[in-house]
C-alpha cells in the first residue's frame, strides 16, 4: 500500500521547508501595514505590499481540507488565495490520492504564483495543479466546469464576489472552507451563506482563526 501522500517524503519535505519559511512572518508582520490599515490600498497593491509574507493557513486546516477533499472525491478543486502554495500542497496531494480530479488556484502577486508553482514542482503535482495568475475575479471567470471543492483564502473582503462568480458552477453537495473568518470584515459572506435561502448549509468551526464550512445545498 502507498503511503498517504501528505506522508510522502517528497512533499512532506516542501511542506516542511515552506513552513520553517513562514515562520518569519511574525517579524515581516510587525514591519507590515496592519491588515485593516491596508484594505485602503486595491487588492494588487496589497498583494505587492506583502510579496514576502506568507499568510500559510495552519497544520489542521489542511489537514481538514485534505480530508474533505478525499471523502468529497471532487473532479475540481478552486483555490481562491495562493501566496506560497502551502495550502495548495494539501490540496494537490489529496487530489493525487484521490486519482481522480485537479486543483486550480489563483494568485495576485506574479512573484508568489510563480514561486507557488515551483514549490508544487518540487512536491511533485504539478500534473494536479494549475496555477492561475492575476485577479481572481478575472481568472476565475475562466472556469466552465462544475466545481466540488472551493477554499476561500484570499483578501478578506472578496470572499463573497469569489463565491458569487463560481456560484453557478458548485456542484449540489460541494464543499466550502473559508479560512479566517473570525475577521470583522467577513461578516457580509457569513450572512450570505448562513441564509438557507441562498442555497447553502454552513457551519462555523472553532478552528485557528475561524473557520466555516459550507455545504452548496441546492443546484
Ligand atoms: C492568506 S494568503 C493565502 C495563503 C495560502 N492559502 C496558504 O495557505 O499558503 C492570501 C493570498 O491571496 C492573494 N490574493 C488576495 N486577493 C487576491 C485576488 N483578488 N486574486 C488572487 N489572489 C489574491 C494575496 O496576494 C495573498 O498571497
Known sequence: MAPAAL????????I???????AGDAARMRIARPAAEARVLDPEARAEERVEIFMAIAPATGSLCYQLIRARRPAL??????????STVYLGAAVRDNGLGRVVTTELSRAKAAAAADNL???GLEAQVQVLCGDARETLTEIRTPVGFLFLDGWKELYLPVLR?????????ALIVADDTSFEVLGDYLSYVRDPRNGYESTPLAMDDGIELTC????
Not at 516542511?16 to 513562514?22: G, I, K, P, Y
Not at 478543486?77 to 502551502?86: A, D, L, N, R
Not at 462568480?165 to 453537495?173: A, S
Open 7 to 14: 506522508r510522502d517524503d517528497r512533499i512532506r519535505s516542501v
Open 16 to 22: 516542511d521547508r515552506l513552513r520553517l519559511e513562514a
Open 77 to 86: 478543486v478552486v483555490e481562491f488565495g495562493t501566496s506560497y502554495g502551502v
Open 121 to 123: 514542482a518540487d512536491a
Open 165 to 173: 462568480i463560481l456560484e453557478p458552477w458548485l456542484e449540489d453537495g
Open 216 to 219: 452548496r445545498t441546492v443546484t
